[in-house]
């Protein structure tokens, strides 16, 4: 789908899920280290930009609407990654524990993406019965995710801001 199509929240928050997911396998092949570190930089980008989509935009208007705990979970999942994410791009692939913490963000990514997407009780799923107007946040996701591309990439990615950490240093 074009870049400027109309995409409604979750069509346009999965299809974030399914790139990040697919750069996640293209990192377990890639063979050397240039390779190795464009994708993990690529991951850090599409992550940072979507986790901070959905904390602007889609999560504060699920609140009230869904199970509060899942949204509660969902906001610390995201510190996690954001850790993750810090260490990732503060190292290289020279690193002895790079490829490792890249396959832990991987796995805690999975983990994320199913609450998230879940049949039923999951997150989108939950939110579309609640009657939130999808077009709408999709056009705000879209009008923002392409801002923050735009910004990280001419500037590179900021320091991640933790949402619900007040202990631990991203
Ligand atoms: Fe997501
Ligand atoms: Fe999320």
């Given at each position: 789908m074009a870049e400027n199509s109309p995409q409604d929240a979750i069509a346009l928050l999965k299809a974030d899920h399914r790139s990040v997911e697919e750069l996640f396998e293209k990192f377990e092949g890639a063979k050397g280290d240039g390779a190795k570190e464009k994708i993990a930089r690529q991951i850090c980008l599409e992550l940072t930009v979507h986790a901070q989509i959905e904390e602007e935009i889609f999560y504060p208007a699920c609140e009230g609407k869904i199970e509060e705990d899942l949204l509660k979970e969902a906001y610390v999942e995201h510190d996690g990654a954001k850790v993750l994410i810090a260490e990732i791009e503060a190292g290289g692939?020279?690193?002895?524990?790079y490829d490792a913490k890249v396959k832990v963000l991987s796995e805690q990514i999975q983990h994320h993406v199913e609450e998230e997407e879940?049949?039923?009780?999951g997150m989108f799923s939950q939110a579309r019965h609640a009657g939130l107007d999808m077009d709408a946040l999709g056009e705000r996701l879209r009008a923002r995710k392409a801002e923050l591309v735009a910004t990280y990439q001419s500037?590179?990615?900021?320091?991640p801001e933790p949402t619900t950490f007040t202990e631990a240093t991203v």
């Open positions: 692939p020279e690193d002895d524990f879940k049949r039923m009780e500037s590179g990615l900021p320091r």
